[in-house]
């Protein structure tokens, strides 16, 4: 069975979940209402405050999606209660980024300034002119939304210039050697 799928998720104070008979799970916490359509093979159901996901047989699909399931559920929960976040960096001389409204507009070194719209359901805070917080309660919303901030600059591995995350690391690679040239 799976280590992930067979943990129950408990429901904390303050959050409402409703199932579905086809099993569309809705989440109510104080951040949110977060509604996402499940594989109908599985079987969710709520026993004690807890949620458990069971899958119908061992075949490879439902061992697959029974981590997933239950996993899925947990983000869920997880996002209306505390809400996700991820930070970026900017690194470059004259690299910056700022909010004006809610546009985040990017000065990465092209002829023009990157200007990006906040999708719905997330916000973006940029406490200084080289970092940026992105934050909401749908963790595949945030991931997205982030990826593509960093894919308008990825970073570099000679001199390390770009949008990296905080706590990616960069391999920094050795530029030419610097002997004599050919004559």
Do not use: C, W
């Not at 409703?18 to 969710?44: C, Y």
């Not at 405050?49 to 899958?55: A, C, S, T, W």
């Not at 239950?70 to 997880?78: A, I, K, Y």
């Amino acid at each position: 069975m799976s280590r992930i799928g067979k943990m129950p998720i408990a429901i904390p104070k303050g959050v409402d979940v409703k199932i579905d008979s086809n099993n569309v799970v809705t989440v109510k916490g104080q951040k949110g209402t977060l509604l996402k359509e499940l594989h109908k093979d599985m079987i969710i159901k709520i026993e004690d405050n807890k949620i458990i996901v069971q899958r119908p047989s061992d075949e490879k699909i439902h061992k697959s999606l029974h981590g997933l399931t239950r996993t899925l559920v947990n983000n869920m929960v997880d996002g209306v209660t505390k809400g996700f976040e991820k930070a970026l960096d900017i690194n470059g001389v004259g690299y910056r980024a700022q909010k004006q409204g809610k546009k985040l507009v990017l000065t990465l070194g092209y002829s023009h300034p990157v200007e990006m719209d906040e999708p719905a359901g997330i916000t973006v805070e940029v406490p200084a002119p080289n970092k940026i917080i992105v934050k909401g309660m749908d963790k595949q919303a945030v991931g997205e939304f982030a990826a593509k901030i960093r894919a308008k600059r990825e970073p570099e591995v000679y001199k390390g210039k770009g949008i990296k995350y905080e706590t990616e690391v960069i391999r920094r690679k050795e530029g030419k050697a610097g002997g004599k040239g050919k004559k």
